[in-house]
């Protein structure tokens, strides 16, 4: 079964219930506590490695694929690849950009691995594998420099290049989509649609894309100033097989935005919330119980065709959300009349 017609099988399934992410990394690997030595694992680099989660794909596959197993067991069907810092800008900060590929490729080998074991175990429950790309340390839209409006540190080609690295290292190993996650700036989002567009076109074949956008504040706009419907309307071109929302807030605070959002998208809509707002600490306290019932109330106003967890959030929330809607009917979607679809800061459309 080609990529296409997995999209299609996500689809369908889509279409007869609600379907179930998985959860973050790296709220899991915090919990084993590694020092430096075990992010390293016995490797030689020039930097200190702690902290370094997609790492672990090459040192410790066990723990990732630990993880990965934890989440399938808790009842997800979409498990997400430990990509998300997995490309050579932010690499570089642990001084080992060079290290991008070879750390997708077995991302997506273990990931794909666990999901067909999963899926073996149980045929009647299909599980995929999606490459996830994080939306970088840089910004195409911001200068980082208060005096200079003008300045990137990046160009847009050398964002669209990290991510063509990233996901021809994750195609390799396949997954059967892309997901664009965590999406604070829409132009780091383009260069990665166009970066996985011509990947496709390089292996002669079309490349289904899920998208999640992230709020930065309770206005309900990214870092770049769109709002939901208008960061819809910058990448409904694409055609993603997924739309949505992740990290952002806990559920409470997402509602009114996954509200928002569900009459644009013309297609399957996808949130994975954190598990509450952090604690003084950065921690997350949000039992796995109330997530699962917040998110409940969002299937039954029939917003979802696929939810997850994101910060914070851990096999427990994800079997607790497997289980609250389980039964409930999911998001119904249908083409929108023609328009004339306009974004800036804010959606524009003309019938």
Not at 20 to 44: A, C, H, N, T
Not at 148 to 161: H, I, L, S
Not at 176 to 204: H, M, P, Q, S
Not at 264 to 282: H, I, K, R
């Amino acid at each position: 079964m080609n990529r296409m017609e997995r999209a299609q099988l996500l689809r369908d399934i889509g279409g007869e219930r609600i379907l179930v992410k998985d959860g973050p990394y790296g709220s899991m690997i915090q919990s084993y506590r590694l020092d430096e030595e075990g992010f390293r694992g016995g490797r030689d680099f020039t930097h200190d490695q702690k902290g370094n989660n997609d790492l672990l794909n090459l040192t410790r596959p066990e723990i990732v694929s630990e993880i990965c197993n934890a989440y399938l067991d808790a009842g997800a069907d979409i498990v997400a690849t430990n990509t998300f810092n997995a490309n050579a800008i932010s690499l570089s900060d642990y001084g080992i950009p060079g290290t991008a590929r070879e750390v997708n490729l077995a991302a997506a080998t273990l990931t794909r691995a666990c999901a067909d074991a999963a899926t073996a175990r149980d045929p009647d429950k299909p599980r995929f594998v999606v490459g996830a790309l994080g939306p970088t340390n840089k910004t195409l839209s911001v200068s980082p420099k208060v005096n200079d409006p003008g300045f990137r540190a990046v160009t847009f080609d050398e964002v669209k290049g990290i991510y063509r690295e990233q996901i021809d290292g994750l195609l390799d190993g396949g997954v059967d989509f892309i997901l664009i996650e965590t999406v604070f700036d829409t132009l780091n989002a383009k260069a990665a649609l166009v970066a996985a567009d011509e990947a496709a076109e390089a292996r002669g074949e079309e490349l289904p894309v899920m998208v999640s956008m992230t709020l930065t504040d309770l206005a309900g706009r990214n870092l770049s100033g769109q709002t939901v419907e208008a960061f819809w309307h910058s990448v409904r071109h694409a055609r993603p097989l997924t739309m949505g929302l992740n990290c952002s807030f806990g559920a409470t605070e997402l509602h009114p935005y996954v509200n928002a959002l569900n009459p644009q998208v013309d297609g399957m809509v996808c949130v994975y919330p954190n598990a509450g707002l952090p604690n003084e600490l950065g921690a997350y306290d949000e039992p796995p119980e109330m997530t699962a019932r917040l998110v409940k109330g969002w299937a039954e106003n029939g917003w979802l065709n696929v939810v997850g967890g994101c910060c914070g959030t851990t096999p427990r929330h994800i079997a607790a959300i497997a289980e609250a809607v389980k039964g409930v009917k999911p998001r119904q979607w249908h083409a929108l009349p023609p328009a004339l679809r306009l974004s800036g800061m804010e959606a524009a459309s003309f019938f």
